[in-house]
């Protein structure tokens, strides 16, 4: 228990939003309605990605953000916050992925940024293609690009998710999915290529169509 105590401590001194939650779990006046203005956004936009619905998006995260609060006397930090966090996201959403009878495809617009900047689907276009795109305008190439994370199954949504708009780290996102930091690299490699796959016809680097298969810096 001790080892335990010193641990948390030390996160809590790393980490300001396990701080915050601590306050939560105090019951201090305004800490939660702080933590849930500081997260909100970033995790409706993730819940957006992983459900495809902006309106079940909202009613997840707010799911989340009730767990929290239930549990919040129970907290003990172990990780960092937001890695706790999105592990009740992310299970959530499974969960909810699984007890539907169909995933619809919602495709996003390009000017659907959140306040930490560029949703996945921008991100990945960025990515995949730092020449201009000559074929496509971005916004057409992003809508393509949030079809094709639509597409991927749900475990490599969510990493591709988690990595791309979270900026997490594998062993972040091992943790999140209650995976080894192996699978979350194969899971995100295999990804990648799926999504080169449903993109070469439009994804271009250097006037060229990227071949199906190629690999890029990331998958080393």
């Given at each position: 228990m001790a080892a335990i105590g010193k641990t948390s401590t030390q996160l809590a001194l790393r980490d300001p939003d396990i701080r915050l939650m601590l306050r939560v779990r105090n019951d201090?006046?305004?800490?939660?309605?702080?933590?849930?203005?500081?997260?909100?956004?970033?995790?409706?936009?993730?819940?957006?990605?992983?459900?495809?619905?902006?309106?079940?998006?909202?009613?997840?995260?707010?799911?989340?953000?009730?767990?929290?609060?239930?549990?919040?006397?129970?907290?003990?930090?172990?990780?960092?916050?937001?890695?706790?966090?999105?592990?009740?996201?992310?299970?959530?959403?499974?969960?909810?992925?699984?007890?539907?009878?169909?995933?619809?495809?919602?495709?996003?617009?390009?000017?659907?940024?959140?306040?930490?900047?560029?949703?996945?689907?921008?991100q990945l276009v960025r990515d995949q293609a730092a020449q201009p795109v000559h074929r496509l305008q971005q916004q057409e190439l992003a809508a393509l690009v949030q079809q094709a994370i639509q597409g991927l199954n749900e475990r490599q949504r969510a990493a591709v998710i988690l990595n791309k708009f979270e900026d997490m780290n594998y062993a972040e996102i091992a943790e999140v999915m209650g995976l080894t930091t192996k699978a979350v690299k194969s899971l995100l490699s295999r990804a990648r290529m799926n999504l080169r796959a449903a993109l070469q016809a439009y994804v271009c680097m250097d006037g060229e169509v990227v071949p199906e298969g190629t690999a890029s810096d990331d998958d080393e």
């Open positions: 201090e006046a305004g800490a939660f309605e702080e933590l849930v203005e500081l997260y909100q956004h970033r995790l409706i936009g993730v819940m957006h990605h992983l459900v495809g619905n902006a309106e079940e998006a909202e009613d997840l995260a707010q799911e989340v953000f009730l767990r929290v609060y239930r549990a919040r006397q129970k907290y003990r930090p172990r990780a960092k916050f937001s890695t706790w966090l999105f592990t009740i996201a992310n299970n959530l959403a499974l969960n909810h992925l699984r007890a539907r009878s169909r995933r619809p495809v919602v495709p996003l617009a390009v000017n659907d940024s959140g306040p930490l900047g560029p949703r996945p689907a921008e």
